[in-house]
């Protein structure tokens, strides 16, 4: 178990070892432990390898000019110059709320960036300036559209952070598929078989079989089958798709450069790097910010008392990371095995402390 | 079988009857003949006779004044004073564009309103500036978030228009549901039961029962039950419900009064009307229009040459609308008899001439 301050450090340190400036590697480093404090390991320490990696093929670049190339008063684009993509993205997020204070809303678009973590990191940034704060990522493709057998969405996530007053806040952040990737890898892992309805064979048949990616499968989009809405989980990930890969400049569908240096970039680029997009929408542009947040405990406290299934809890977006929080702020942070040995090996590599426990 | 100017001119008649000034009455029309024409009957010519009712019950108000309540220069709340939901959907989608042209981007909130028909008419309206349009509304409660057995949220769709080059328009249009209710009416009158996914019993049991909704039952999110993801179908479903009920001033959740006059108004209201919510993204405060729209054809090429599932095509959003439109707008427009009966009916009280055919 680690403390947050320890691990945070830790991550700092790696960073500037990197070749980021303080200021960088302490942005980029915060969305890594928020990561692990809402409890989504899959989006922490474990994905450190992974940038590592890329900064020793030279595939992340940790002296970026993160820059806007192209603005309007309500919106931006944004070239991440190939930082690491919880810089370029935080930096994007930022400029979406100064855009917002001006414009009542704030648009950018990013390009020339890659994995930026966890979405809901951005979106809970508008929060505390009373806006409502939007982020998506396009992904590296694992997703057929509708009837077909070819890999050409990512699993595209949207997070969306709404203020509300004595109530926490409403913070949604899903994936435009039924499940993330790190099921099927978690299932495969113990030998077990998941639900139909995620994943499809090579030629379009529905499996069970979580390892069905390796045999040519692919994942398919929320909904699962058509008879059950899978052309609007393709939608919606194609939307994703054209907001943070067409117009940000950056790749999108079958095009987005892999996020693990091992894999070869794309022969055909059609942009630069992975795209993000992020909104900021202040509240007062549309109403006394008060009378909303009022208006917003109103709605998750109906939502709240909804008649449960019997047994069951219900739910508002972003309770269970809350809770999950709060409580991983007390305890501390589990780092799985194998996670810690990677981590003391880029410790080792990098010369920094890191302590195995 | 009709005419598109016959039904056109028909029902602008209709609406001047019922007090609409001429501009208003085509305006409203010609949403109506739009969904006839994309073959969404649904929310076509069947919805007269509820706009006809709630007219008669002094629900909507013929000569509204609708209005800008609150703004910025990138947004607006609208106060659609109980007009037809077309006609305040249509000025607020001309405001969201308005403001786009001087903002980069316009959004729209609008309270005080009814059921707008197809959002994807008034995304739709985008294209012409070379801009993004986005349409959503809430609707009458249906549909228990996960884990509840009460019906708190519309099938709230979203609609999304993105300009291209050669290629035709992307245009998404979904409910934030499996399927749209219209579909269990069809399944509940041939007397054959829907797949699993779609519905719940009054207990939150599986069910088959397209009638069910009359037995206490409810709708299900997007996603099905909870291991396919129906939590991201209700995030999705309740970010709608925010953006169009709870930022407008309009209701929202389980206070949104209902579209048929024999139902009564709830007791509590939160809020005034429906809500609905618009976005224009004017390409060009992202990068060149035309370069955008070239990479817009390369995406929608790409994703219409995947590979397709033995048999199966590989669609585009928008594909299937549009082949009607094209159909349709030749070979003219099928109306079902009971309909025609009720044309008939509001026609012969109003004092319009209406052919039966």
Known sequence: ???????????IQVFEKMGCPTRDAEAAAKVFLRAELRNLPSHGMLRMKD?????EAGRINTKPEIRIIHESPSTAVVDGDMAIGMLAATRSMEIAIEKA??????????QNSNHFGIGSYYAMMALEHDMIGIAMTNANPLVAPTNSVSKLLGTNPIAFAVPSKNQPAFIADFSSTPIARGKLAVAARKGEKVAYGFVQDKEGNPSNDPDILKEGGTMLPLGGDLEHGSHKGYALGAIIDILTGVISGANFGPFIPPNLAFLPMPKVQVG????????AM???AFQTADVFKSRMDKWIDTF???KPI??????IPGDIEREAEERIGKEGIRILPSIVKELKEIADKLEVDFEEK
């Open 1 to 11: 178990m680690y403390t947050y301050d320890y691990l945070l450090s830790f991550t």
């Open 51 to 55: 940038y590592f990696q890329l900064w």
């Open 101 to 110: 204070k001006v414009s009542g809303t704030g648009w950018v678009a990013t």
């Open 272 to 279: 630069k790097g992975m795209g993000h997009f992020f909104g």
């Open 282 to 284: 202040r509240i007062d």
């Open 304 to 306: 709240r008392n909804a």
């Open 310 to 315: 019997k047994g069951k809890q219900v739910l």
